[in-house]
């Protein structure tokens, strides 16, 4: 491990200069053009005052940035996505947003390879929460870099000298500790850009020649995954394969075993809790999830999955967490599935009642309820009261026209994938006798459609 952490520090400390930090379409970068990187930018932010928020699709510029603020001492701020709506809520949050574009290098003298800075670092990751709004979930760099160990502790014999390839943003925990900092932490070199097909991920393996990969994805793209056969020719180069950020079926592990594939890795944890369990359904295997190392679990009184976890930031008092479970023995336990109204599209993690209240905020809109649906796809259905002028529109241009307005609409807060597609208009929602409207009255309604 090229990190070593004291009582207030971390610290990462490379050999060589010419040492591979990532590939770029090919191109290998070294750590020293990495490390003069996070110099200018470091010192571009020294000129900065305030938090900085930082939302970079490019894997290279957003670990340059990230490192940068670090060095410089600015609390990070982590937003899901960079929709205007969104950046807009968050705009109370921080003083300047970290520009698209690195700042020009300065002096041409070899850096220093060692990069510092505090344990207790700051940064803020907003998700969606129950509450409708953005949720802030503070982390301090102590709580991942105790993460990273363990990761590399419970993985490393496997994975040996594997360089990365990722279908996953860096821009949630999931992707910034499997595709940042646990790489660079062990010197694992990172395979760019992301793997966005199933045909690259092919011929990826296909040209490894002598090389061996290990892929971070995520259900969504496992699931897409229809060249496992040609994927069987390559396992070689195919060392391991983690899935995060939502419920993998069970169609997904036992097709890599037809095709002779070791079963991808399941991580099951969130962004408040950070990593808890882990699990690889090879044939013969349990299903139940196995504690990382320092997680102690139990469960409440409604069998609602209780922690104690080094990663948070009061590790010995209880967090509940908001899934059911069913303990097995010896720490392990059975995922049975959410308990809130924070539900996941595509691995993309989305507040119901958040939903709710920005489509509620258009002048066409009186009420609206925002419902899970199962078939043919797991989907967001959204089931609307329009107002008078919503209804003189909806006669005038049509259930179509109508649609593509509030999906444009909502796309100004949310991501496209996670937008609802399906749309019902009624002149009253469901309520039920205890006036209450449930997800199962308004599937109901969606049922109709068939």
Excluded at 66 to 73: C, M, N, P
Excluded at 91 to 103: G, I, K, T, W
Excluded at 114 to 123: A, M, R, T, V, W
Excluded at 202 to 224: F, I, M, T
Aim: charged letters at 25%; glycine letters at 6%.
């Amino acid at each position: 491990m090229l990190l070593k952490t004291s009582t207030e520090q971390w610290e990462l400390q490379w050999r060589r200069p010419d040492a591979k930090l990532a590939s770029i379409n090919g191109k290998p970068i070294s750590v020293s053009t990495w490390l003069q990187d996070v110099a200018a930018a470091t010192h571009w932010l020294n000129e900065q005052k305030g938090d900085a928020l930082l939302y970079q699709r490019d894997w290279y510029r957003f670990s340059v940035w990230f490192f940068a603020l670090l060095e410089s001492k600015k609390r990070i701020i982590l937003p899901a996505n960079d929709k205007p709506a969104t950046l807009s809520e968050l705009s109370s949050q921080y003083a300047f947003r970290v520009p698209e574009e690195l700042p020009s290098k300065g002096r041409s003298d070899a850096p220093s390879l060692i990069l510092k800075s505090d344990l207790d670092s700051p940064l803020t990751f907003f998700t969606s929460g129950s509450s409708g709004k953005p949720k802030a979930v503070e982390k301090t760099l102590r709580q991942l870099w105790l993460e990273v160990e363990t990761l590399e502790r419970t993985f490393a014999d496997k994975l040996g000298q594997t360089d990365i390839l990722a279908t996953v943003t860096h821009q949630h925990i999931y992707g910034l500790l499997f595709t940042v900092l646990w790489p660079l932490a062990a010197g694992r070199s990172v395979t760019l850009p992301l793997v966005d097909y199933p045909e690259q991920l092919q011929q990826l393996l296909a040209k490894a020649d002598g090389r061996r990969y290990a892929l971070v994805s995520s259900p969504a793209h496992l699931q897409r995954l229809d060249n496992l056969p040609q994927l069987s020719q390559h396992k070689n180069a195919l060392t391991m394969v983690f899935s995060s950020g939502g419920p993998l079926p069970g169609s997904v592990p036992n097709n890599f075993a037809d095709n002779e594939l070791q079963a991808p890795i399941e991580v099951y944890g969130s962004t408040e809790t950070g990593g808890i369990a882990w699990r690889q359904r090879n044939p013969g295997a349990s299903d139940s999830f196995k504690p990382l190392a320092g997680i102690e679990v139990s469960c409440d009184n409604n069998d609602i999955l209780v922690i104690q976890s080094p990663y948070l930031k009061e590790p010995q008092r209880p967090y509940t967490t908001e899934d059911k479970v069913q303990l097995q023995g010896q720490g392990c336990f059975l995922l049975l599935g959410r308990q809130d109204r924070v539900t996941k599209i595509a691995e993309k993690r989305v507040s119901l009642n958040e939903v709710e209240q920005f489509i509620q905020q258009h002048e066409w809109v009186e009420s609206a309820k925002a419902c899970v649906l199962h078939s043919p796809r797991v989907e967001l259905g959204l089931v609307l009261v329009l107002n008078s002028a919503g209804n003189a529109e909806l006669n005038a241009q049509g259930r179509f026209k109508v649609r593509q307005e509030l999906r444009h609409h909502l796309q100004q807060r949310f991501e496209k994938v996670v937008v609802p597609k399906r749309f019902r208009y009624v002149a009253q929602l469901p309520y039920n006798g205890a006036g209450k409207v449930t997800q199962a009255d308004l599937q109901a309604l969606f049922e109709e459609e068939k």
